[in-house]
T-cell receptor, first 111, second 116 residues
Framework: GIQVEQSPPDLILQEGANSTLRCNFS?????LQWFHQNPWGQLINLFYIPSGTKQNGRLSATTVATERYSLLYISSSQTTDSGVYFC?????????????FGRGTQLTVWP | DAGVIQSPRHEVTEMGQEVTLRCKPI?????LFWYRQTMMRGLELLIYFNNNVPIDDSGMPEDRFSAKMPNASFSTLKIQPSEPRDSAVYFCASSFLRRSRAGELFFGEGSRLTVL
């Protein structure tokens, strides 16, 4: 299956700082999603973004499909942003809906 | 709209016992997935269904695991007999195929299983 690598594995920020999380993938994709797993374990959709740029409040994401990477930007971070951020992709050769997950970026935001 | 609903949220059992996890997907979704999350292996796909039919069960670890989807609104994941290494959080997720947003996945809150 497709390989998904996320960086950095860990990130510690002061409240108010900005950050960029990266997701690299090994093959062409027809689906890319970013998820946030909060400290209670819930997996929450952030973006469905197989290509292009999207913004939702303080969060935005960009996927450059031709170069096989995606970036998640968090601006003016808050303590509630803490948790693990996962990138997940579905490659063009697989059935729609089957996602391969990266190992995640553990984000800790201190007040 | 209600999201994906899983039960139980927490299960503690002894080795050798049967465990049944339940999932109700989002109404109208035609794909259902079972994932398992552990510290060692991260999130891994166990099995998925399309229109209630199992499509790929290659992620099911061994014969002790089985999954069913008797109708569009209900699925079970069963472990019999359970072992301590099965301890994990089991997530159910659903999605549906549509031209513009094929495969967007929505997760339930997970079932945390502890096998003693």
């Amino acid at each position: 299956g497709i390989q998904v690598e996320q960086s950095p594995p860990d990130l510690i920020l002061q409240e108010g700082a900005n950050s960029t999380l990266r997701c690299n993938f090994s093959d062409s994709v027809n689906n890319l999603q970013w998820f946030h797993q909060n400290p209670w374990g819930q997996l929450i959709n952030l973006f469905y973004i197989p290509s292009g740029t999207k913004q939702n409040g303080r969060l935005s994401a960009t996927t450059v499909a031709t170069e096989r990477y995606s970036l998640l930007y968090i601006s003016s971070s808050q303590t509630t942003d803490s948790g693990v951020y996962f990138c997940a992709v579905s490659d063009r050769g697989s059935t729609l809906g089957r996602l391969y997950f990266g190992r995640g970026t553990q984000l800790t935001v201190w007040p | 709209d209600a999201g994906v609903i899983q039960s139980p949220r927490h299960e503690v059992t002894e080795m050798g016992q049967e465990v049944t996890l339940r999932c109700k997907p989002i109404s109208g979704h035609d794909y259902l997935f079972w994932y398992r999350q552990t510290m060692m292996r991260g999130l891994e796909l166990l099995i998925y269904f399309n229109n209630n039919v199992p499509i790929d069960d290659s992620g099911m670890p061994e014969d002790r695991f089985s999954a069913k989807m008797p109708n569009a609104s209900f699925s079970t994941l069963k472990i019999q007999p359970s072992e301590p290494r099965d301890s994990a959080v089991y997530f159910c997720a659903s999605s549906f195929l549509r031209r513009s947003r094929a495969g967007e996945l929505f997760f339930g809150e997970g079932s945390r299983l502890t096998v003693l």
